[in-house]
T-cell receptor, first 113, second 113 residues
Framework: NAGVTQTPKFQVLKTGQSMTLQCAQD?????MYWYRQDPGMGLRLIYY???????DKGEVPNGYNVSRLNKREFSLRLESAAPSQTSVYFC????????????FGQGTRLTVV | DQQVKQNSPSLSVQEGRISILNCDYT??????FLWYKKYPAEGPTFLIS?????DKNEDGRFTVFLNKSAKHLSLHIVPSQPGDSAVYFC????????????FGTGTRLKVLA
């Protein structure tokens, strides 16, 4: 059972470079999410996709774009990386809304120098 | 504005004793609450949840209590085991029809053998 798979696991970028974080889930879930985790800040929602074909901003969307490529895949793009985007990024999926729990990937540790 | 707060960044407990992790929220419209556990270099995993229509939910060694009037929930782990050492996040779900969890900042639990 793969669950939620994120690639890459680690990445170092120079300021101004771009990259895409990939996420795929094999649980046939409708909703997918991108969070970032920073010390003392908990998990903050960047973007989410309630269903295939829809995306919405979360708490901290600035500097990011997302694509819900199909039901399985939800990517996060940094167009011009900044040191403030140094963080651990988690992708998650849920079957639907309301009371269902989320399943998380193992995370991508991104450092922007 | 932190809608979900975990005011204790860390907690140490002796093996076999009770661990109590606390979480406060500000929005009375939250109707579902969850606890997640996170080990280093892994994504968070779902632990236990509670609906706002209940005041207690139990699953083995884990019990979550909800006090709606105080806007407070707590996670009790009895007895605590060294394998419980992890970061614990509480999360709140806005009313049905939305898709966003709001996470707290996390509490690092260390269970001492």
């Amino acid at each position: 059972n793969a669950g939620v798979t994120q690639t890459p696991k680690f990445q170092v970028l120079k300021t101004g470079q771009s990259m895409t974080l990939q996420c795929a889930q094999d649980m046939n879930h409708n909703s997918m999410y991108w969070y970032r985790q920073d010390p003392g800040m908990g998990l903050r929602l960047i973007y989410y996709s309630a269903s295939e074909g829809t995306t919405d901003k979360g708490e901290v969307p600035n500097g990011y774009n997302v694509s819900r490529l199909n039901k399985r895949e939800f990517s996060l793009r940094l167009e011009s990386a900044a040191p403030s985007q140094t963080s651990v990024y988690f992708c998650a999926s849920r079957r639907g809304q309301g009371t269902t729990e989320a399943f998380f990937g193992q995370g991508t540790r991104l450092t922007v120098v | 504005d932190q809608q979900v707060k975990q005011n204790s960044p860390s907690l140490s407990v002796q093996e076999g004793r009770i661990s109590i992790l606390n979480c406060d929220y500000t929005n009375s419209m939250f109707d579902y609450f969850l606890w997640y556990k996170k080990y280093p270099a892994e994504g968070p995993t779902f632990l236990i949840s509670i609906s706002s229509i209940k005041d207690k939910n139990e699953d083995g060694r884990f019990t979550v209590f909800l006090n709606k009037s105080a806007k407070h929930l707590s996670l009790h782990i009895v007895p605590s085991q060294p394998g419980d050492s992890a970061v614990y996040f509480c999360a709140a779900s806005p009313p049905s029809g939305t898709y966003k969890y709001i996470f707290g900042t996390g509490t690092r639990l260390k269970v001492l053998a």
